[in-house]
């Protein structure tokens, strides 16, 4: 692993700063790439679908962030105050772990989450969303 030396100085806390910034990059890539989707798929549903095309997949929206990816970055953001207590601890090797425990976490949880969006139609049914928009999500 490079971990970076810690020494007192601007020049070593940003080599740090960059080591901790690299694990962040992916999650920087799957929220831009997510919402550029969004707005593309939204346009391309918009011009050639009927309304109701339209509504079910702001459903699916809304449905999918609400318990999918909300909980994940709820996750992520209770990891991230243990690896900032890591990090001003410059104690590396515990960031490096607490970061691969989110991971496995985050992915663990991610199958669960994935395993329920699955019933999705039959959940949206359950509690009341009407049965031709809920069986298009």
């Known amino acids: 692993y490079d971990i970076p030396e810690v020494e007192d100085g601007f020049k070593s806390n940003f080599k740090a700063i960059l080591y901790v910034w690299k694990y962040s990059i992916p999650s920087v890539i799957f929220t ?5 989707c969004d707005l593309i798929s939204y ?13 079910a997949y702001g459903l699916t ?7 999918g990816i909300l ?8 990891i991230s105050i243990y690896a900032g ?8 090797a515990l960031l490096r772990e607490i ?13 669960v989450i994935s395993i329920f969006l699955f019933f999705s139609a039959d959940i949206l049914y359950a509690i009341g969303i009407e049965e031709e928009l809920a069986s298009l999500c």
């Open 61 to 67: 929206l809304s449905w999918v962030s609400a318990f």
């Open 71 to 78: 909980i994940l970055y709820a996750i992520g953001a209770g």
């Open 85 to 92: 207590h890591a990090f001003g601890q410059r104690d590396y």
């Open 32 to 36: 831009s790439a997510y919402y550029i």
């Open 99 to 111: 970061y691969k425990f989110g991971y496995f976490v985050m992915f663990l949880v991610g199958v």
């Open 43 to 55: 346009h391309y549903l918009g011009e050639s679908n009927p309304p109701k095309v339209l509504a």
